[in-house]
């Protein structure tokens, strides 16, 4: 079948079902070993390296649930598929929120074991072909390539290139402008489901009224306006992937609903009596604290537990300072080719000025003092002139008296109220300037009380 030879455990307390299993495997050219029940299988486990584990649910003694909990803590990259009978799909099910690769019901033909088997060997591909040392991604013909060598950064991209070919839910957390939707498409584009869909929706955005609508669709004649029958982004993903970005912003009343979507693979349009099956890999982002919501009762814990399966933290620029100039000189090239200049690097001081500089806005505040700067320089590279006043501001800073020290809140409210003036009090175009999302901007107008425009 395929010239990767497989390393395979089979677990089932019914001899028949072992056999037959070896029998195929082998005649594959995969490497089988056969086991009767859970305690044994744990220990071939903790021996050998396994790439896939056919595991029975209903066994005598450690029942497969454990047996694939116990896997996924002892061998993360052991792939495992849940076998079960006809009574037990809806367990099989949840089992994949617990890391699962697959299931298969009884009985089941043997072009059915093939094709588990052809997925994990594209799979294992995947990660054979992958570097620690980047992160590429090809979206539709275009490769796109994560940059950063950090520590930090190379834990995110092994993390990512585990996860990528499995369908496990991911929770990425991180500051505004961290990248977290960056992350969000590499998981997706170097997945089996890469040709499928990635939709997203920013749950900061919409207004609950039409939230709904939006994510699982309406039916005509639904609600005023309705004048016909919508399908929903949700539904649209189907097969593919779907990121919910700033999860953290939604209600409970659609947090329960996206919870029964992502539990039970089925949505509801609004107004519509049946309901419609989907399969939709979920990838959901927050920038704030989601533990916290949890306890303060803003975010259910059930959908906590069911979107963080595989947690990736992504960590705030000023924490890798290592990236900040090869990131620095990305942003250069690409807004160079843009704008058709030929700018050939930075000055040693604007070099000093990004290392020391906090990034409260992140990547994507460095990205656009960059495009500034590329935009108003006139010399042949870019000097401290072209970089946005609050950064020369705060390099030109000399020993301050205590009198003259402004609180870092002092300092974001001029800086806020400077870019709102510039913006003639554009709130979008202020948010992207400032690397920050319209919700984090609104906020910050409140809590300083600064007049709208």
């Known amino acids: 079948m395929s010239s990767q030879t497989l390393k395979i455990l089979i677990v089932d307390d019914d001899e028949s079902i072992r056999i037959s299993f070896k029998q195929v495997l082998a005649k594959d050219g995969h490497q089988a070993t056969i086991v009767e029940n859970g305690s044994l ?91 620690t040392k980047q992160l590429k991604f090809d979206r539709n013909g275009q490769i796109e390539t994560i940059i950063g060598e950090s520590p930090r950064m190379l834990e995110v991209y092994d993390l990512v290139q585990k996860v990528a070919p499995t369908d496990s839910t991911v929770l990425i957390t991180g500051e505004t402008g961290t990248g977290k939707e960056l992350i969000a498409k590499a998981i997706h584009f170097n997945s089996l489901r890469k040709n499928k869909p990635f939709l997203t929706v920013d749950c900061s955005s919409l207004v609950e009224t039409l939230f709904e609508s939006e994510l699982f669709g309406h039916v005509k004649g639904s ?59 979920v990838i959901a982002a927050t920038n704030t604290n989601l533990r916290q919501a949890v306890e303060d009762g803003t975010f259910r814990e059930d959908l906590f537990y069911r979107i963080s399966v595989i947690p990736i933290h992504l960590p705030p620029l000023r924490e890798r300072k290592e990236d900040i100039i090869p990131l620095a000189k990305h942003f250069l090239d690409k807004y160079n080719q843009r704008r058709s200049k030929a700018l050939k690097g930075f000055s040693s001081r604007v070099k000093e000025i990004f290392l020391n500089y906090n990034w409260q806005g992140n990547v ?37 008296s205590d009198q003259e020290i402004k609180s870092l809140g002092q300092l974001e409210k001029e800086h806020i109220i400077r870019t709102l003036k510039a913006t003639d009090g554009n709130r979008s175009k202020t948010a992207r300037l400032l690397g920050i999302d319209r919700k984090t901007l609104y906020d910050k107008i409140k809590r300083y009380g600064i007049e709208a425009r």
């Open 364 to 400: 994507r505040e460095l990205e656009n003092v960059v495009e500034r700067a590329v935009v108003i320089e006139d010399a042949d590279e870019i000097t401290v002139a072209s970089l946005p006043p609050h950064i020369r501001g705060a390099e030109n800073l000399s020993e301050p």
């Open 223 to 281: 609600f005023t306006g309705a004048i016909a029958t919508k399908h929903g982004s949700f539904e649209l993903a189907n097969d593919g992937s779907f990121f919910f970005d700033e999860i953290g912003n939604i209600s409970l009343n659609i947090q329960a609903k996206i919870l029964r979507a992502i539990q039970e693979r089925e949505i509801k349009r609004v107004g519509a009596t049946e309901t419609i099956k989907v399969d939709v890999r």
């Open 41 to 131: 299988a744990l220990e071939q486990v903790k021996k050998n390296q396994i790439d896939l584990a056919f595991v029975d649910l209903k066994m005598p003694g450690i029942d497969g649930m454990e047996v694939l909990k116990q896997i996924r803590n002892l061998s993360p990259k052991t792939d495992v598929v849940i076998i079960t009978g006809f009574g037990t799909v809806a367990t099989a099910v949840e089992a994949m929120k617990y890391g699962a690769y697959d299931y298969i019901q009884k009985p089941f033909p043997v072009e059915t074991i093939r094709q588990v088997l052809k997925k994990i060997v594209e799979k294992k591909n995947i990660l054979k072909g992958a570097t």
